[in-house]
């Protein structure tokens, strides 16, 4: 039997305290979780870049695995765009953006983690398309956007044969992860943000589970994953933080 536990996050929006920092902390370290994060955790707009955020240093000190780079982590500039996250010890992560030219730096598409059983982890994230292929707007970026859709095949394709665990950090909304869900079965879990919903939401669509928990660093959700003989089994619980 393999199983993980995952510690949900989402649309923070610089509003997560240091006393919230340490009970994730606490939380990730007594369940043996994976603290992960669906984008939109700064306080920046997506056309603006602050000298510093200091909730990445928050999210530093409760031990975060990864985030999805989410509206307000974009920035239509690579460099930009990597001075929002650069100081993160964690891995930042966008499968649909794409660099003109060189690499995206500290942002990767994916990463594989290990559970604390020993199981493997896929992850990778997915960002709301900012600026529409082919429009004028792109010419001044010297990022693009490919197609979401496409961007979760070529991640399908690369990592479930390599995972125990394939899980999507979408920042995409949850009328787009009904789609991805749809679409791409082979995705165990989608962890969502960008849709703000006003209670907690965890739903199971073709085997595929989404959870959404309220923004604002109000809440997360503790996940637990077990599979055995080819049966996945799935445990839940919303945590208020402080």
Known sequence: ??????LHTADMHSRLTAEAAQQLREIREQNHALLLDSGDAI???????????????????????????????????????????????????????????GDMGHIKRWTTVAASDGSRVGLFGLTP??????????????????????????????????????????HLGQERDQRLMELFPEI???????SHPQMTEIEEISGTLASYPRPYAKEAVLITLGRQQGTTDYDSRVIELL
Do not use: C
């Not at 792109?138 to 693009?144: A, F, I, K, N, T």
């Not at 165990?188 to 960008?194: E, P, R, T």
């Open 43 to 101: 306080r920046a707009l997506n056309v603006t870049v602050r000298r510093s955020e200091p909730i990445i240093e928050l999210m530093n000190a409760a031990g975060y695995t990864a985030m999805a780079v989410g509206n307000r982590e974009y920035f239509f500039r690579k460099r930009g765009m990597l001075h929002k996250t650069h100081s993160a010890a964690f891995a930042t992560l966008s499968a649909n953006i794409q660099p003109v030219q």
């Open 188 to 194: 165990d879990v989608i962890l969502g943000g960008h």
């Open 129 to 170: 398309t900012m600026i529409a292929p082919g429009s004028w707007v792109e010419r001044l970026s010297d990022m693009r956007f490919i197609p979401w859709q496409e961007a979760a095949q070529q991640m399908v394709t690369a990592l479930r044969g390599q995972v125990d665990w394939l899980i999507a950090l979408s």
């Open 1 to 6: 039997m393999t199983s993980v536990n995952l």
